[in-house]
């Protein structure tokens, strides 16, 4: 008889290396490409006032400069839900909070249909904001913990890809319904899909395991999540642990993610993903308008936000596989340079186009593969007690990053250097995103738990 089909001669089940000894399953797979339609939705719904702006500006009678402000309100109500879903997690589950930001943001994107003016809409946009940034930090811990250890990162990294999916949808939507439909269209889709998700979420979707070994769930629940995982094995009579062997601490999480052994990790996350989206949302928003001055055709400068998406899935998968076999601050700090040097070399290839087109490349494998990254680094960083509240947090604080990187954009392109100090400030602040987390990688994350796979001090040795 062979092992799967014996009895467990230990009453005792680490969850964690269970999943590291198995397979990658069809649930496991499920419970993937769920969250990776959660994401795809979530940017969807992100994406699509900015579709509907130069409609709404020419029903309304407006300038396109009155919306924003719906941007920017979008932007907060994006950081403050990710700022609210953790110490939600804490008093509940990731799943259900994951079930009701969908639901929230479904249900006030079909809201956003009887906005009638740009107030209105920014105050529909802050709401649904809200619920679009509370989704994403429980389906990235989702994913992390029914994802084995050996590739964990590139799962995760695979996952945030779903928000370019999800944009590019949502564009290619819009230029379909809303000539045929008018601008209400996109707001339908962007709140039937979601709400409609959220059922299947409801059905489909489990616990994560860490989480549910950590809080004591009963044994009988843990067991029927992991029978679809390996069929089988018997776990009659098995009590199930979590190789951290840490009791839940009654601090909130926030404390625990300051406290002495995770202070310095966390704050070079926080100034990293920061400093990262500053960069990322500068790149993104001013790059196209900073090539059309320069002379390149609205195509030419289109092709380039193109250009720098594409680098950004490919660097984020390729990360992924990297930080699966190497220490995992590093290998996101590399990304974090070369994406700088890239953007560095652009302002040197404007008038070569299949130069500039490689820079662009590059710069998206960079800086985009980097921060695609980096809620695979927060969530190998921290304890699973922590995990949710960890990655939240760190995404609240990137959300201002990303609202105050084209406000700085804004005001660069009316300097005496113009292009210029552009580039050197991109350049900049990717950078400092790489030492961030080379300090992370010196210091911080010696201290973290033992569960962490090669994020904190050891040399970048494959493992």
């Known amino acids: 008889m062979n092992r799967e089909n014996m009895a467990r001669k230990s009453d005792v089940i680490d969850v964690k290396r269970f999943i590291d000894e198995q397979k990658f ?39 396109k ?48 249909c009887w906005a009638d003016s740009p107030t209105s809409l920014g105050i529909w946009r802050l709401f649904t904001g809200i619920g679009i940034g509370a989704a994403i930090p429980g389906a990235t811990t989702m994913v992390f913990e029914y994802a084995p250890e050996r590739r964990s990162a590139l799962l995760v990294n ?67 999540v992991l029978r679809r995982i390996a069929p089988s094995y018997s776990f009659e009579g098995v009590r199930f642990v979590l190789s951290e062997g840490r009791p839940v601490e009654r601090k909130a999480g926030v404390s625990i993610i300051l406290s002495r052994r995770l202070r310095i990790g966390t704050l070079m996350l926080w100034l990293g993903y920061f ?48 930080m699966d076999r190497f220490n995992k601050s590093c290998v996101v700090a ?28 590059i710069a998206g494998v960079g800086v985009s593969g980097a921060i695609f990254s980096m809620s695979s680094l927060a969530a190998s960083y921290y304890p699973a007690s922590v995990r949710s509240t960890g990655i939240a947090t760190m995404v609240g604080i990137g959300r201002i990053g990303g609202m105050v990187g084209p406000i700085a954009g804004g005001l660069l392109m009316h300097t005496a250097s113009g292009s210029g100090s552009y580039f050197a400030v991109v350049t900049a602040s990717a950078l400092i995103s790489a030492m961030a987390l080379l300090v992370m990688y010196r210091r911080g994350s010696a201290n973290a738990h033992s569960g962490s796979a090669a994020v904190g001090r050891g040399s970048l040795e494959a493992e």
Do not use: H
């Open 158 to 224: 695979t996952l945030a890809c779903g928000a370019m999916i999800g944009a590019a949808i949502c564009g290619v939507t819009a230029g379909i319904l809303i000539p045929m439909y008018g601008w209400q269209s996109v707001f339908v889709v962007g709140g039937v899909a979601p709400i409609v998700l959220a059922v299947l979420v409801l059905v489909a979707l489990p616990e994560p395991l860490q989480f549910m070994a950590l809080r004591g769930w009963p044994a009988e629940r843990i067991a029927s």
């Open 25 to 63: 399953s069809t649930f496991q797979w499920r419970v993937m490409i769920i969250c990776f339609l959660i994401v795809a939705v979530d940017a969807y719904d992100a994406a699509a006032v900015s579709f509907v702006v130069p409609v709404l500006a020419e029903k309304w009678q407006v300038s």
């Open 275 to 322: 400093s990262g989206a500053f960069s990322y949302y500068l790149l993104f928003v001013w790059m196209p308008t900073l090539l059309s001055e320069a002379g390149a055709t609205l195509r030419q400068a289109t092709m380039a936000t193109s250009l720098l998406s594409f680098g950004g899935v490919l660097g984020a998968v390729s990360a992924g596989w990297f």
């Open 65 to 112: 400069a009155m919306f924003g402000t719906v941007m920017s309100a979008s932007v907060v109500g994006m950081a403050l839900g990710a700022f609210l879903a953790g110490p939600i997690i804490e008093r509940t589950t990731p799943k259900t909070v994951i079930v009701a930001a969908i639901l929230t943001f479904g249900i006030l994107s079909l809201g956003t």
């Open 334 to 361: 590399l990304a974090f340079t070369i994406g700088a040097v890239a953007v560095w070399t652009i302002e040197q290839q404007i008038s070569n186009q299949t130069a500039l087109a490689v820079s662009l490349l």
